[in-house]
């Protein structure tokens, strides 16, 4: 991976070697941590983080989901991405990630959580697109799942938790060991729901069509692109989705942070649409949007220079 100097943890900056955990760290053993993908795009004025401020707020509502004590409140964990960003030297030319974690240390053992000392840290580094930079343009092989998206009930599907990240993790592995390159997950009524990492479109006679938050995380990427899908006069309905409307789409894409626009070539060895114009349409939209070049959308943006 592509180190950076330094990482924020708990109010310092400590270098990137030493930021360490006891390997009796409770979020090891029982999987309670929460955390944020975020990034950070190189624009005319330097690095601009997309989208810091819903971003910061989900990560607080996924520690009150899961009952774990923030010490940092959204002001400073605001400032605690500006001032890692800057701290950092980076090329400028590929966009960075941002990650930040609330987790549980060292010093209590046992299924209960809530003596465990709880530790926040930001790190980032400069990442290229997650499903590699050809999917952009190429597109992707996608599989259905056998593994459901884990219920809201069961496993408190709103809250970005490490835990949750098993179903995602599983049905990764899956999808790859049967040469895909991601999977599509059902909800456990049969609906579609979401990739591991990403939420899903489809378009049909120019609507796009996307799931809503039953079961998913409320991914800030399929909002956005959303919002700038109505802005250009795009029909949006946001609905429950069966597998076979995904077979028969014009077009099919998943959206993320860490993946931003993903074209799906074919889910289950059915080919979905030929030239894909929307997707390519959003695409370029979307960049323009993260990179500070749509005035339209200036809000979404936190530049980092002083
Ligand atoms: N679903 C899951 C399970 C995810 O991990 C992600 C990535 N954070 C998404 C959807 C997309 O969310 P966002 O657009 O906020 O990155």
């Not at 409140?73 to 800057?86: M, P, S």
């Not at 960075?96 to 959580?113: F, N, Q, T």
């Not at 109505?230 to 789409?249: C, K, L, P, W």
Request: glycine letters at 6%; aromatic letters at 10%.
């Amino acid at each position: 991976m592509n180190e950076s100097q330094w990482i924020w943890k708990d109010g310092d900056l400590v270098a990137w070697k030493d930021a360490t955990t006891h390997v009796l760290s409770h979020t090891l053993h029982y999987g309670n941590s929460v955390f944020e993908g975020v990034r950070a795009y190189p624009t005319k004025r330097g690095l601009a983080i997309f989208r810091l401020e819903a971003h910061t707020k989900r990560l607080l509502d996924s520690a009150k989901i899961v009952a774990i004590d923030c010490p940092f409140g959204y002001e400073e964990l605001c400032k605690a991405q500006i001032d890692i960003l800057r701290a950092n030297a980076f090329s400028g030319k590929e966009s960075v990630y941002l990650r930040p974690l609330i987790y549980l240390g060292y010093g209590s053992m046992g299924i209960a959580h809530w003596n465990a000392p709880v530790h926040t840290i930001v790190a980032c580094w400069e990442w290229g697109n997650y499903l590699g930079e050809e999917s952009l343009s190429k597109g992707i092989k996608v599989k259905t799942s056998s593994f459901r998206r884990n219920s809201a009930n069961s496993s408190l599907s709103k809250a970005k938790v490490a835990a949750n990240y098993l179903n995602s993790q599983m049905a990764r592995y899956e999808a790859h060991k049967c040469g895909f390159q991601e999977c599509l997950l059902l909800d456990e009524n049969g609906m579609v729901a979401e990739g591991s990492g990403e939420c899903v479109f489809i378009v049909k006679d120019k609507t796009l069509i996307t799931p809503p938050w039953d079961n998913t995380l409320k991914s800030i990427t399929q909002e956005s692109v959303i919002a700038l899908a109505r802005i250009e006069g795009i029909e949006v309905v946001q609905r429950h989705i069966t597998r076979d409307e995904v077979y028969s789409a014009d077009e099919a894409f998943f959206v993320g942070t860490a993946a931003e626009i993903v074209p799906i070539n074919e889910l289950d060895f059915r080919k979905i649409g030929e030239s894909k114009p929307l997707t390519h349409f959003l695409q370029e939209k979307f960049f323009s949007m993260v990179r500070g070049e749509d005035e339209r959308f200036c809000d979404y943006l936190t530049y980092i220079k002083e």
